[in-house]
């Protein structure tokens, strides 16, 4: 099984597109519920682990661009 590593401030592109028309989430909390923040609008919204998993297309991670 392939599980995606999700960490706070990991930058999530999701399969479906938030109503504005962005597809990139901010990671804000990690648990058994996530909340992650929309990069386009800024409203946040919390998912079971489980659902946010299955929608996700593409995970870029925190320390990337943390880079320095
Ligand atoms: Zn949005």
Redesign the pocket.
Known sequence: MNIPKINVGDRLELKKK?????AVFTVMRVGSDIRIV??????DMVLPREKLEKAIKKIHPAVDEEHE
Not at 18 to 22: E, M, N, Q, R, V
Not at 38 to 43: S, V
Request: glycine content about 28%.
């Open positions: 938030h109503p504005c028309g962005t929309c990069d386009g609008c800024g409203r």
